[in-house]
């Protein structure tokens, strides 16, 4: 079993403005965290067909279905009433983001935080802004080749795609009355971060340095159940000793 938890979560610029020369008025800012988590389990099926066709309309068909995978996929959460140098937990467990059935040899973790107003996302709306992106193409186009050559074609194509859609996704919001109060990348392997199946990590710096996260992750490989005896045939006793006969039988 595998799994991989937020602990605690630091802002400190909220990125909300005052209201009358940002001297006065509230300031609390309702944030929206992203969380998108690869691995080397994470299937991506149409990607077989992806590398191999050169049909255009066929390819962004399934370049669609990928992108729309990857933002399902993401877990998605609102938090309220945020301050400047506000302190989030999430209880003295933690907030389990993923768990898988075995501990993955890869992961990749992006956390994007913004300030919203929207109560709620269109993920029609956030797959459509990046397919119709030409950086999302090009780049695309690059992470095919790669994954051509690939031992998992399939991580490498979600990894590409998850950290296109997060730049598309702060793209966006610039545009819009949102503001990106951070962003996170994290690329982990096993052998090399937890060999052991854990790693917990406190006040990690986010790109910006306005956020700053708590996240720990534990996994064990399951006990091999130990083997049934198998049962022995019965001993058949050839001599020794016989039985008294009774005086008289």
Not at 35 to 60: C, H, K, M, W, Y
Not at 104 to 133: C, K
Request: with cysteine; net charge negative; charged share 25%.
């Amino acid at each position: 079993m595998f799994f991989f938890r937020l602990n605690k979560l630091k802002i400190i610029d909220n990125r909300e403005e005052r209201n009358i020369f940002q001297l006065f008025g509230p300031d609390r800012a309702e944030v929206q965290l992203s969380s998108f988590i690869t691995t080397d389990s994470t299937d991506l099926p149409e990607v077989g067909e992806l590398l191999a066709t050169d049909n255009l309309q066929r390819r962004r068909k399934l370049a669609e279905l990928s992108v729309a995978r990857v933002i399902n996929s993401r877990v998605l959460m609102t938090i309220e009433n945020v301050t400047d140098n506000h302190e989030m937990t999430f209880g003295d467990t933690g907030y389990v983001l993923y768990q898988a059935d075995r501990i993955p040899e890869q992961f990749d973790w992006i956390l994007l935080a913004l300030e919203s107003d929207q109560d709620q996302r269109d993920m029609g709306v956030e797959m459509n802004t990046v397919l119709q992106n030409d950086e999302f193409h090009a780049t695309l186009d690059n992470t095919l080749a790669l994954a051509a050559t690939a031992a998992n074609p399939s991580y490498t194509v979600a990894v590409s795609i998850g950290k296109l859609v997060t730049k598309m996704l702060a793209q966006q919001c610039r545009k819009n009355d949102d503001d990106m109060i951070g962003v996170l990348y994290t690329s982990l392997n096993r052998r090399e971060h937890y060999p052991h199946g854990e790693r917990k990590k406190d006040n990690v710096a986010d790109l910006t340095n306005n956020m700053f996260v708590d996240y720990s992750l534990f996994g064990f490989d399951p006990q091999p159940q130990p083997a049934l005896m198998q049962r022995l045939p019965p001993i058949s006793v050839t001599g020794g000793i016989q039985p008294r006969r009774r005086f008289g039988a």
